[in-house]
């Protein structure tokens, strides 16, 4: 059973940053960490940033030149940047990945990230 675990959360005043990291309990081999999405209490899951396999990171509009994600793929890790922390940025953000054997979907527990002053 592939875990995800995410970790970095936490309150933040705005124009803070913080950096979420999601480390997968398998390599690189067996699973591909493919991005972030957040939920803010009584809203819909949404994505945050996205990298395919073999495609270009996405951002949408509303993250777009404030948050950032890279990959340590030595640790299977992936990190979630965020800049210049707005209100409407708290939520709890979940990582998402796919098993490269069956093409399962895996989501990590979540952590909160509140910006607030």
């Known amino acids: 059973q592939v875990q995800l675990v995410e970790s970095g959360g936490g309150l933040v005043q705005p124009g803070g940053s913080l950096r979420l990291s999601c480390a997968a309990s398998?390599?690189?081999?067996?699973?591909?960490?493919k991005g972030w999405y957040r939920q803010a209490p009584g809203k819909q899951r949404e994505l945050v940033a996205v990298?395919?396999?073999?495609?270009?990171?996405y951002y949408p509009d509303s993250v777009k030149g404030r948050f950032t994600i890279s990959r340590d793929n030595a640790k299977n890790t992936m990190y979630l940047q965020m800049n210049s922390l707005k209100p409407e940025d708290t939520a709890v953000y979940f990582c998402?990945?796919?098993?490269?054997?069956?093409?399962?979907?895996?989501w990590g527990q979540g952590t909160q990230v509140t910006v607030s002053s």
């Open positions: 398998a390599s690189v081999f067996r699973v591909y960490v």
């Open positions: 998402n990945a796919e098993d490269l054997r069956n093409r399962n979907d895996y």
């Open positions: 990298h395919p396999r073999g495609g270009n990171i």
